[in-house]
């Protein structure tokens, strides 16, 4: 008898990457970057207890969602509405809405990314940024041309940022040693929930998700598959993370201080001299733009079940997303008040969605015979108590927004 796993194929293959590198490289966006900069100043090699423990929780939350959503073969807010009819309605049009805000920030970042490496207008960049993504999704096999970009993206920023990493020479032993042992723990909390949020908030924990199941990767008998998906997803993008700590606690070490205007782009310049800044605007550009293609992407699959038009024409409503989100930025600029909104819906949206999908897990109609594993369950509920802090604490930053 032959128990051997049959092996994975060169399309399956691609698929995983593709679904994990969607993931990933949707999480390291610009904001990805300033957040671990400004982080890694304040708090040093503490740090790190925050990065474990964000992945440790982030995982909880991805291997949940995953999984349920593969067992259903539903997307997210299908899911939603068979747990409570309407609530998938409603999941959608904020994850929509906080999605459409964060992509004008991600064009943005392209837009300085282009300038940091040419001088050009960021505008100009901004456009061009806009135009590619909208050529990967109009050329013909459109969704494997994406899968295999969002990978050579993904893999150009990790290569650099190591590169970075081994110029700054962290101190690694102190690192590792902070990593469990942190001083003053309690101080870490905001920065977890921070990197939670900004992980696997909004949109960005189903984008590699409504990937597989667009590629018909559903039922228990792909719960291994989509489960490996789902762990790649969350590692690669710590491994980024852990990657440009480093590279910054190693700056920051010597006792350089970061430009608060730019955090991370002053640590590629004082790392590597006059050439780090082009350098890392090629980072910036590679964040950016994969970025775009991931919240262009998967928000516009939270609008296909909504009505037939957006189902039938999927690569319209992503090109329109795209359009307008660019436009905003080159004729209006970066708007403030959309990016708070944005963060204020991405840190309410997961608590919802993941809380529905626990719920969903342990009903027979949405997963059939299917049984989720207890301690997935565990860690989901401190995924929806975490990031439901994160929502409460991110409505201040409107109230903030209003004060000015």
């Given at each position: ?31 990805f970057l300033t957040q ?141 040693l902070r990593s469990i ?86 640590v590629f310049q004082i ?134």
């Amino acid at each position: 008898m032959n128990n051997e796993k049959p092996k994975m194929t060169g399309a399956q293959r691609r698929l995983l990457f593709g679904a994990v590198f969607l993931m990933a490289t949707s999480a390291i966006g610009p904001a990805f970057l300033t957040q671990t900069a400004v982080f890694t100043e304040q708090y040093l090699a503490s740090f790190a207890f925050a990065i474990l423990a964000s992945i440790v929780i982030d995982i909880g939350a991805q291997l949940n969602i995953w999984r349920v959503l593969s067992v259903s073969g539903k997307r997210g807010q299908d899911v939603a509405n068979d747990v409570a009819p309407g609530l998938g309605h409603v999941v959608a049009l904020l994850i929509v809405l906080g999605g459409f805000a964060f992509n004008i920030g991600n064009v943005a970042g392209a837009g300085l990314g282009f300038n940091a490496i040419f001088g050009w207008d960021a505008r100009v960049g901004a456009a061009l940024t806009g135009a590619f993504a909208i050529f990967v999704f109009l050329v013909k096999n459109g969704r494997a041309v994406m899968d295999v970009i969002t990978q050579v993206l993904g893999v150009l920023m990790i290569l650099i940022t190591a590169y970075v990493m081994i110029q700054s020479n962290p101190p690694y032993a102190e690192a590792a040693l902070r990593s469990i042992a942190p001083e003053n723990p309690l101080s870490l909390v905001v920065p977890i929930i921070t990197l939670v949020g900004g992980t696997v908030g909004g949109y960005i924990t189903f984008a590699g998700a409504h990937r597989l199941i667009e590629a018909g990767m559903t039922g228990k008998e792909n719960l291994d598959f989509v489960s490996k998906s789902a762990n790649y997803g969350i590692l690669t993008t710590g491994v980024m993370r852990i990657l440009l700590f480093l590279a910054v606690l190693g700056v920051v070490a010597t006792g350089a201080t970061l430009d608060p205007s730019n955090p991370p782009a002053s640590v590629f310049q004082i790392a590597l001299g006059d050439i780090g800044m082009q350098i890392f605007g090629i980072v910036l550009v590679a964040a950016a733009l994969s970025s775009v293609i991931g919240s262009a992407y998967t928000s516009a699959s939270f609008l296909r079940s909504m009505h037939r038009f957006f189902d039938e024409h999927n690569n319209i409503v992503i090109v329109t997303f795209i359009v307008v989100s660019t436009l905003i930025f080159t004729f209006v600029g970066r708007p403030v008040a959309l990016l708070i909104l944005a963060g204020a819906f991405n840190g309410l949206i997961l608590p919802v969605t993941l809380g529905a999908i626990l719920i969903a897990s342990r009903r027979k109609k949405i997963v059939g015979d299917y049984r989720h594993p207890t301690w997935m369950i565990v860690f989901g509920v401190i995924a929806v108590i975490v990031t439901l802090v994160a929502g409460v604490m991110s409505l201040e930053g409107l109230a903030d927004l209003w004060n000015r």
